[in-house]
């Protein structure tokens, strides 16, 4: 780890975009919560043994003798000649979490293999290399994936875990020194190829853009842990990935040089907190390139237009890695971002210590309503491949929830499954509901998503290696109806007393610009509001969520309208960062002594001078660079004009001020026994989803006899994660 405030200075040297927001050194302060955050990550085990050190060194070399073997084998079936394949060879590379420095007790290595030109994917990398690790006894759970977005095989290596890519380069001999950051490596390969490089190529982009790799380290190895313990770590789950974290956390080490972990991660909360997406987050300037590959570009390429939070890779081709964000799930993100500002205020003000950051979110006591999807199959390999294809598909339920409720309806997706011991071969992944903040919160509105659901259900089983016994059930159930399973210990937790997340949102309304009586008269409104819920004797004594395949009758939420198409022109993000929301023009850090003695009302010089220069660097994209500008004339202006058409950015920054006033009412029973968590693999599928225009839900609609409608939003003033249930 290193002792904080031990190493030099960060030169004057700018690193990234913008000049830095501040090149000050650490205080004695920031060295001592630096150490004490050190600690906690200690104290967490997110540190391997030296012993497990060694043993994923000595996996990866037998790894490499391993592919190095295979293409001479290769060669010889080809009937090259002797120096031919005396001279063949393949490479190991790493990437991701491991090649970072940042890796845990018992995670995966994501490896990359770069073979000459005349070793094909298909046929030799998914053949031969398979038959040759499938006959190893050191080689278990082999489990190949040639027709993902990113060709993988997976397997663990005398227990270690590894993802392994494949890569054929346009070269017919692979030297032991070859450089695969060059752009030149891209020469002449097929797109899967570039895929499979990418990850190589951005991670030593990376390493190579922060002004201290230590910090860096430290600072990642601990918003790592805060986002899978607040449940927003998941690509595929629509949240973000270890690539994105990386990229995030890279562009404030690029603002604060010389700042220690504890300052850091103190500044990630409150730049993020302010950051009005979808400007980008780029670490460096995009490069047009020689090869003609294609980059991100709103501009010149319209589906990087609806991107909601762009975070945009340094290698070539830029690329933006979190196009996988919907609005409900940057809603989610933003909340946690305000959250985690407030917190690590009061660490600073010695009001708190660095465990309330790092508290597990209380997912299952935050809302009132759930979706429950239930999955099976009748072998553990069926398992795991259909485990794999759904959760690469379940983001469309929340796009089409989105898309067919006009985004009034939001969805809070849970990134891990879960598992009820006494079903073997079955996972359950949930959905927490709300209706959006402030959308017509006077009548008790109905949302009916059957033919949602069956619309996401048809792509699902779409399945190219899809067999009988695998299946799919989506239901409906209470917050006070959800399975035992889903709890720790498989036992019900009492209702909580109000905790530090409920404290801050409360404490927080002094900040947005509500009138305090306005709060108080709305919030006695609602307690007065009778409970508009209908009776649900029918569907309760049914068990909507039966595990029975056949009986699926999915009586769920589509909001009664014709009108599908894309939600309404809205006010930005810009609009509703609420608390830092004033305008500061012309501040630099000239000025700070100056801006000092501003009146009480200003905000802070620290968080001012933050603000403006983020602004600054990300809306302009730090247009200095002359092989930017050509790229990115005028891109200024057209985000802007994306970030005030972006229909459902406007509430995403704000936290919810009584999340339950938008439950909606269902009653469903939820049966389970006592079970386990499955915790979540690191599957990352970055394949872009089509979301086209459901033409067949109008007319499917009309098919479908009137129904009694089985779930209303009802407005309490329950805050959010008290643990009450309706």
Excluded at 23 to 40: I, N, Q
Excluded at 478 to 499: C, H, M, Q, T
Excluded at 604 to 616: D, F, G, N, S, Y
Aim: proline share 6%; aromatic share 8%.
């Amino acid at each position: 780890m290193g002792s904080p405030g031990s190493s030099a200075l960060a030169t004057a040297t700018r690193v990234g975009l913008s000049e830095p927001i501040s090149t000050g050194g650490p205080s004695e302060s920031d060295v001592s919560k630096t150490r004490e955050l050190e600690k906690f990550l200690v104290d967490a085990g997110l540190y391997e043994s030296h012993d497990e050190a060694i043993k994923r060194e000595e996996v990866l070399g037998r790894l490499d003798q391993i592919v190095k073997t295979w293409v001479k084998n290769i060669s010889r079936v080809r009937g090259y000649n002797g120096s031919v394949i005396q001279e063949a060879n393949a490479k190991i590379f790493t990437f991701g979490s491991y090649r970072l420095g940042v890796h845990g007790p018992g995670a995966d290595i994501d490896t990359l293999c770069v073979g000459p030109k005349y070793a094909t994917r298909n046929e030799d990398f998914f053949g031969e290399l398979y038959r040759m690790l499938s006959d190893m006894p050191e080689v278990q759970e082999l489990h190949p994936v040639p027709d993902a977005h990113v060709p993988v095989m997976r397997f663990k290596f005398n227990g270690v875990s590894i993802d392994l890519l494949y890569a054929n380069v346009s070269l017919w001999i692979i030297p032991e020194d070859l450089d695969i950051s060059q752009e030149s490596i891209l020469q002449n390969v097929d797109d899967q190829t570039v895929r499979s490089l990418n990850g190589c190529r951005v991670t030593d982009h990376i390493l190579r853009l922060v002004p201290n790799i230590q910090s860096f380290r430290t600072t990642l190895r601990c918003m790592r842990l805060w986002a899978k313990r607040r449940g927003v770590y998941s690509n595929v789950t629509g949240f973000l990935g270890g690539i994105n974290w990386a990229l995030l956390v890279a562009r404030i080490c690029q603002l604060y040089p010389n700042a220690l972990p504890s300052m850091l991660v103190s500044r990630f909360f409150r730049v993020y907190n302010l950051w009005r997406w979808p400007n980008p987050v780029m670490l460096c300037p995009i490069q047009e390139g020689s090869l003609g590959l294609s980059f991100w570009d709103p501009r010149r390429n319209y589906k990087d237009r609806s991107h909601l939070m762009p975070i945009i890779t340094p290698a070539y081709p830029c690329m933006n890695s979190s196009y996988n964000v919907s609005t409900s799930t940057l809603r989610v993100m933003m909340e946690e971002f305000h959250r985690g500002n407030d917190i690590c205020e009061d660490i600073e003000a010695n009001k708190l210590r660095w465990e309330t950051l790092f508290e597990p979110f209380a997912f299952f006591e935050a809302y009132k309503n759930y979706l429950q999807i239930d999955i099976a199959a009748e072998t553990d390999d069926d398992l795991m491949s259909w485990k794999g294809w759904v959760e690469s598909r379940k983001r469309l339920l929340t796009l089409k929830i989105e898309r067919d409720t006009n985004g009034v309806l939001q969805c809070h997706p849970h990134p891990g499954e879960f598992s009820d011991k006494s079903k073997p071969f079955h996972h359950s992944y949930f959905m927490g509901l709300r209706r959006k903040e402030g959308a017509n919160p006077q009548e008790a509105q109905q949302f009916d998503i059957r033919m949602t659901v069956e619309d996401f259900k048809r792509d699902v089983y779409a399945y190219s290696f899809w067999k009988p016994a695998m299946w799919i059930h989506v239901c409906h159930v209470k917050r006070k109806d959800l399975p035992i399973f889903v709890f720790p210990g498989g036992v019900r937790p009492s209702p909580p007393a109000r905790n530090y997340e409920s404290r801050t949102i409360l404490r927080s309304l002094a900040s947005y610009p509500v009138q305090p009586d306005a709060i108080v008269g709305r919030k006695r409104k609602k307690l007065d509001e009778p409970n508009r819920g209908t009776s649900l004797t029918e569907s309760s004594s049914t068990g909507a969520c039966a595990s029975d395949a056949t009986s699926f009758d999915p009586r769920i939420l589509r909001k009664q309208t014709d009108d599908f198409s894309a939600p309404k022109s809205e006010d930005g993000v810009a609009e509703n960062l609420s608390i830092h929301a004033q305008e500061i023009p012309g501040l630099d850090q000239s000025e700070h002594a100056a801006e000092s003695s501003a009146s009480a009302g200003a905000l802070p010089v620290p968080m001012a001078m933050e603000k403006h220069v983020t602004e600054q660097s990300s809306a302009q994209i730090a247009l200095t660079h002359q092989d930017s500008t050509e790229v990115f004339d005028g891109l200024e202006g057209f985000l802007k004009s994306v970030s005030q058409n972006n229909a459902e950015a406007e509430g995403v920054a704000q936290p919810e001020l009584f999340p339950d006033e938008q439950a909606v009412e269902v009653a469903i029973a939820g049966n389970g026994t006592a079970s386990i968590i499955q915790p979540k693999t690191d599957l990352e599928e970055l394949e872009p989803l089509e979301l086209p225009v459901s033409t067949a839900i109008a007319s499917a609609s009309a098919k479908v006899p009137a129904q009694k409608p089985l779930i209303r939003f009802s407005f309490t003033s329950l805050p959010k994660a008290t643990g009450n249930s309706a």
